[in-house]
């Protein structure tokens, strides 16, 4: 099963590194940094508590767990919309070429965009206004203004597509436990069958993933903490993160394997650059 919106540091094309090093366990899977989960996705477990600090993330997941049917219903429609936009700018683009065409999408964008900032009355849920924008924004990305204002411009993508949320994603996460909270609560959740998987903020100027909760950044102070209640988890664990002398410091030799990972994702491309994953656990192989 595949992930149903964009996230920064996603590990869909990771996973065949990630998941060799992972062991059989018979409680539950436990993720307290899930982001666009698509770990959690990938193994589809049956028994699992996932997590995020991000507010309106985790809004968005409880409303594909608890009122699927009715974010599918508001999808269909800004989808249908959105579509029938581009039809008629692909229209008047091939009559007239050499003109501007105004982008009918382009104005439902900052409409849109304005509801989810709460700047005018929605006529859509927050969690359809989240999917939209995050399919729709430039370049998927996440930022803030100093109101706490998302303020991202439009994308100009040709297709939102929006039956990416299908039954069975629904389905997964009704049988899910979900949390919106510090990961030290859910690491006091664990019993010693349990596995947690872990992917938190790297230690990088890129590590507040969006998050209004962490605006400051995922900072050493946070790093050092969490390092120390990884080694007191009272069950197996893997973490996946970031190569940085911090980092290499912190777990030593519990970084059993790591691997490349190209990164360009910002405007234009203007921040590309190959950085080095560690895997790292509490347990042997």
Do not use: W
């Amino acid at each position: 099963m595949k992930p149903i919106i964009k996230y920064r540091g996603g590990k869909s094309k990771e996973i065949p590194q990630i998941i060799q090093y992972m062991p059989q366990f018979d409680g539950r899977y436990i993720e307290p940094f899930l982001g666009g989960g698509a770990m959690f996705f990938h193994l589809e477990p049956n028994n699992a508590i996932i997590n995020d600090i991000n507010v309106r993330l985790i809004n968005f997941y409880r409303s594909v767990q608890q009122d699927f049917m009715q974010l599918s219903m508001e999808l269909a429609e800004l989808e249908n919309i959105y579509s029938n936009n581009r039809l008629e700018f692909d229209k008047l683009k091939k009559l007239h070429p050499e003109d501007r065409i105004p982008d009918e999408n382009e104005t439902l964008y900052y409409q849109l965009r304005d509801m989810y900032n709460g700047l005018i009355p929605s006529t859509y849920s927050d969690a359809a206004l989240y999917y939209f924008i995050n399919k729709t924004a430039f370049s998927g990305m996440i930022r803030f203004n100093a109101k706490g204002e998302y303020n991202v411009p439009y994308g100009r993508y040709k297709n939102l597509n929006t039956k990416i949320i299908t039954e069975a994603h629904h389905a997964l996460l009704v049988n899910t436990e979900i949390h919106n909270t510090d990961y030290s609560d859910i690491f006091n959740l664990v019993n010693p069958d349990d596995f947690v998987f872990l992917d938190p903020p790297y230690d990088c100027i890129f590590s507040d993933y969006g998050n209004i909760q962490y605006q400051d950044g995922f900072n050493e102070e946070n790093h050092r903490r969490l390092a120390e209640d990884f080694y007191n988890l009272g069950c197996r664990s893997l973490m996946v993160i970031g190569d940085t002398p911090l980092i290499r410091d912190l777990y030593g030799n519990n970084i059993i394997a790591e691997y490349d990972k190209n990164y360009s994702v910002n405007i234009r491309n203007r921040f590309q650059a190959e950085a080095t994953h560690l895997i790292i656990t509490n347990y042997e192989l």
